[in-house]
């Protein structure tokens, strides 16, 4: 077998330009493994590059695909401790390893970071490379496409609300839009943390789920006074900590949420990158705006070992075949699903 079947774009625009094509079969360099891929997620990364690149240039024709869980089928030079066979998952950031922040361990803010699937081809498609040291052994107690809907969102989930705004036992946080990918797990780590949490979303039948997370009290945003009603849920206080990641749509309402000595933590803008911010809001309440970039390789351990002892559950909103390619970027951007919409490639 020389080729394999990739989803790929050789231009940046509307879902039209995605393609199933039979590409070369990539063959992996010194340190690198090949992945036959069994279940790749899709993310909002892999609409919004599609759509033009995010932060600088991407190579053309490329594939997208983040999160993905599938077993070594080819080992580059100068591997230990991976062979063909293994079942793996993957941490998709490549970092220098060199600048101060990749030396203090605070990789997500290293200014030379790439991702595999923006930067270099990803897992939507039968076969991808990644570089050894990015691999983490799949959590044997979870299926592929179970692992496929975790990277991405736990991680980042994870690195918000436990390292970036260090959410404590006791606190109350606000999670907006609970059907996302990094609110629903956003739920279970804050739930995991010992705090209360409120959440909202826009259906009744959204609601039940975002309950059966583990959500204290949610909120449906499509009624007027839902900040109110999540303000009175807090006995009229507000919260300690907002997570937000849908950015200009719901920064005023998030920020209104938020107590006195409030912290916000944002990661993520697909409804708008500009927002009119009323400055003493800020200050006379004392508020907090933090943003989390990403994951640590560590983080993304934590959070997978507690899914494998079903302490955090990967939330799925429906598997498809890797020939939908196209429907599965209509479902994210048209926000018609809650949790993860997971391609099944093998
Ligand atoms: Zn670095």
Redesign the pocket.
Known sequence: MSTMLAARFHEHGERDVLRLEQVPLPRPAAGEVRIKVHACALNWLDVGIRRGPQFGAVPLPLTTGVDISGVIDAVGAGISGWSAGAEVTLYSLI?????E??RAGD?TV????QIIGEHSDGGLAEYMLAPARNLIPKPAGLSHVEVAALPVVAGTAWHMLITVARLSAGETVFIPGAGGGVASLGIQIAKFAGARVIASTSTAEKMTKALELGADHVVNYREPDWVEQVIAATGGRGVDVAQDLVGARTWADSLRTLARNGRMVVCGSHSGKQFDLRIPQIYHRQLSILGANGASYNELCQALKLANQGLLRPVIDRVLPLSQIREGHRILEEHDHFGKVVMQIA
Do not use: K, W
Not at 95 to 99: A, D, M, R, S, V
Not at 110 to 113: G, K, S, V, Y
């Open positions: 970092t220098c390893g060199e600048c922040f990749c990789v290293c200014p030379q970071h």
